[in-house]
């Protein structure tokens, strides 16, 4: 079997953001394959902990897959600071004697953003809208080198690192099996330290944010990357829980076009015509949003990366053009208006190298900065009586449920078949049990 097929039969999918099927993304011939390694959300740990503890696994399986998608060159883009992970890769790249290269990044946020590691890496755009094949580029995340590691060992996805952290007694890597509950994840990192608090599922700057009331109905998937505890009065909760209605409202009377938000874009820094504070300034404005959403300034929101720089960092007024653009690219996906372009080709504008947001800086807005300096090494691994696990963790169809309640299970079986000719990622049972109850897609296991 061919390793694309071991990738798409273990069900791997991007590790860190929308979950697309790893075997589709890679079906390609590039120029360039990039690693993913810098993990940009200011408090995640867990690209690190992978990097400093499977440095060979990792080397072994960008090699695979550059030999498979015949990269030219293969890069591995991880933060300067990175001292210990650099060496630890460094040493696995000599003694494989691997042709794979080490490629380090400013420690600024989003240096993990797919279409900045292009930039950084090639020197190349994206085109707005595109994908980094548009110009020979394929990228993949450090965290599904590791699931291919295993699956050229024929071992399906069932398991995944993750970072706890925030306010907990002691922030730790988690290895989970898939569809563990959040809450033995934090159990584990010996529980919160405050009553009441936020679940952010992710990194403070996109993570997704839940009520401690929603903490029973949450479970660690293929894309979780971290659970980070906050308390309910911080910067990053009132942000998150800000009111759309009310962020337009505020547009309106408080929008003084310094255009900051602009200057930090990273997507206009990397060449896009993406400007909010024109889309702010049409917007706010605008008695008629249906006609406003037909100026080509206002369209350019359907290439927001929802990054959120803008709203976190660059605005003096404590605006958010993010949710702006959200609300436009909602409006736009339900009208079916896709985006044109209008340039044929894009590059980098000169001011990109100074424009940077480091990091550090980002937390302290976020007032998370008590979390940024914590060394998070020791990993628990967790072994779950219950998992719950959806068929449909990836973009694209969820797959075909292959056991009924009553069934035996083992660690490794199928659960969800990718369907015949779609875009879909298999998924595989996480530990030996019966399926106790199928929920729609959700399927629930009970150790045997
Ligand atoms: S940074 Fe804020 S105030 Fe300035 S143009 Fe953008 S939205 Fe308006
Ligand atoms: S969220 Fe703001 S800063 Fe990020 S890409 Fe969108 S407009 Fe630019």
Do not use: W
Request: charged share 25%; hydrophobic share 35%; with cysteine.
């Amino acid at each position: 079997m061919g390793l694309l097929e071991q990738i798409k039969d273990a069900g791997i999918i991007g590790c860190g953001g929308a979950g697309f099927p790893t075997h589709a993304k890679l079906n390609c011939e590039v120029e360039y394959l990039l690693v993913n390694a810098a993990e940009c959300e200011p408090l995640l740990r867990t690209d690190r902990y992978l990097m400093k503890h499977r440095p060979e696994d990792i080397i072994r399986a960008v090699e695979a897959v550059g030999q498979m998608t015949k990269a030219q060159k293969m890069f591995i883009g991880l933060k300067e600071t990175y001292t210990d992970e650099i060496a630890s890769l460094q040493k696995a790249i000599s003694s494989l004697k691997s042709p794979v290269k080490l490629f380090p990044l400013h420690n600024y946020y989003p240096a993990g953003d797919e279409q900045a590691l292009v930039c950084d890496i090639t020197g190349r755009t994206v085109p707005p809208a595109g994908i980094p094949l548009n110009v020979g580029a394929v990228v993949s995340n450090v965290a599904s080198m590791i699931g291919i590691s295993e699956a050229m060992n024929d071992t399906p996805f069932t398991e995944k690192y993750l970072t706890v952290t925030g306010e907990v007694k002691e922030p730790i890597i988690v290895k989970a099996p898939i569809g563990t509950s959040v809450k033995s994840c934090i159990e584990a990192a010996g529980g919160s330290l405050i009553s009441d608090y936020h679940i952010l599922i992710g990194g403070p700057m996109m993570g997704k944010l839940y009520k401690k009331e929603e903490l029973d109905s949450l479970y660690v998937t293929k894309t979780t990357s971290g659970v980070v505890i906050v308390k309910n009065d911080s910067a990053l909760v009132q942000g998150k829980e800000f009111p759309l209605e009310r962020a337009m409202r505020m547009a309106r009377v408080s929008c003084i076009q310094c255009q900051y938000c602009t200057e930090m874009c990273p997507r206009f820094l990397i060449g896009h015509p993406l400007s909010p504070h024109k889309i702010m300034r049409s917007v706010a404005y605008s008695e008629n949003l249906e006609e406003t959403m037909k100026l080509q300034a206002v369209k350019e929101a359907l290439t927001c990366s929802e990054c959120g720089l803008c709203e976190v960092y660059a605005c003096p007024m404590m605006l958010s053009p993010r949710k702006v653009n959200q609300m436009l690219k909602a409006e736009y996906r339900k009208q079916g208006i896709r985006y044109q372009r209008t340039q044929d080709s894009y590059s980098a504008r000169e001011q990109r190298d100074y424009r940077r947001v480091n990091s550090h800086r980002l937390a302290m807005r976020l007032d998370v900065e008590a979390y940024y300096d914590y060394d998070i090494d020791k990993l628990v691994e967790l072994a779950p009586d219950e998992v719950h696990i959806s068929v449909a963790q990836h973009i694209g169809a969820p797959g075909e449920i292959q056991v009924q309640v009553g069934d035996s299970v083992n660690k490794g079986d199928l659960l969800g078949k990718i369907p015949e000719n779609a875009l879909s990622a298999n998924t595989h049972c996480s530990i030996n049990g019966t399926v106790t109850a199928i929920d729609k897609n959700m399927i629930t296991i009970k150790k045997a």
